[in-house]
């Protein structure tokens, strides 16, 4: 019977690809996008204004996709949530979840970078941001995000073995998809169950970014009129470049240390080799 009830969730982690894979997953014959990535509705627990509060706009969101077989919520912050497993199993018990491994020192690393380029993280040292104490911003979580618990995947993973068979869930790897993007995207597609058909191009979506000059790439980002869009297009250009600042190794092995018992632990507990991510950091 059609339905619009969203069947296969990309739930993290934030900075691994997400955006991208889950692209290449809505050209599928057989997949849909909902209308808004990141709508985020079963994160109760994580306060954002941009995030969908009520069921039937975020329902509305696949109304246009009742028959494809699988309908595709690209939420990376489902897996930071300590809420979202349990509301998606409720809504959706059958659902197939994706979760993108990414060394974690490399994911806060990035994550850091993008929120302050975006005006999230007003704490442009990386150390800080890390190991200070933060009060939660309970208007914009992202604000005030802790990163080493976003960095902790185990205890994340392990909430959603609660709720779901590990079976639903389907575990894609950072470097692989970079590597060899088109392999990662057939295997994904074998895992879920879906016709083998390959994309034309795997384009790489949201590539970290950052500002030659602090906060100016933000300047008139809310203009309609054609004179401020076009300004806009010539701040960017000349305000913005590709990847993110180096960070002194010291604070990234700081940051490994901090997160080596989680890396045991989720070794462990998806039964998979990660010596990779404990070699030395930078």
């Known amino acids: 019977m059609p339905s619009t009830t969203p ?41 954002s204004p941009t995030r969908f509060t009520s069921e039937g706009p975020y329902l509305d969101l696949w109304s246009h996709a009742a028959d494809a077989l699988l309908r595709i919520d690209a939420s990376p912050w489902y897996l930071y949530s300590k809420e979202a497993a349990a509301s998606i199993a409720k809504m959706s018990p059958d659902s197939r979840l994706v979760v993108q491994l990414r060394n974690p020192v490399d994911m806060i690393a990035s994550l850091h970078a993008h929120h302050v380029f975006t005006g999230h993280e007003k704490e442009r040292d990386f150390a800080k941001a890390v190991f200070s104490l933060r009060s939660p911003d309970m208007s914009e979580f992202r604000n005030t995000v802790d990163y080493l618990e976003v960095a902790r995947i185990a205890a994340q993973i392990d909430r959603y073995y609660e709720h779901f068979d590990r079976s639903q869930v389907v575990f894609v790897d950072f470097d692989e998809v970079k590597e060899n993007p088109e392999a990662s995207y057939l295997r994904l597609l074998a895992d879920l169950g879906l016709r083998p058909v390959p994309l034309t191009t795997y384009p790489r979506l949201n590539p970290a970014r950052r500002s030659r000059i602090p906060g100016m790439h933000r300047w008139f980002a809310d203009a309609r009129s054609p004179i401020g869009r076009a300004l806009r297009r010539v701040v960017k250009k000349v305000a913005v470049t590709e990847g993110r600042p180096t960070l002194p190794p010291g ?17 462990s507990l998806i039964g998979r080799d990660l010596t990779k991510w404990k070699g030395s950091p930078g």
């Open 7 to 47: 069947n296969l969730f990309i739930i993290g982690t934030p900075r691994s690809a997400t955006t991208s894979v889950a692209r290449w997953l809505s050209a599928h014959p057989d997949v849909a996008m909902g209308r808004r990535k990141e709508p985020m509705y079963h994160a109760h627990d994580l306060a």
């Open 251 to 267: 604070q990234l092995l700081r940051v490994q240390q901090a997160l080596q018992a989680d890396i045991d632990e989720l070794e």
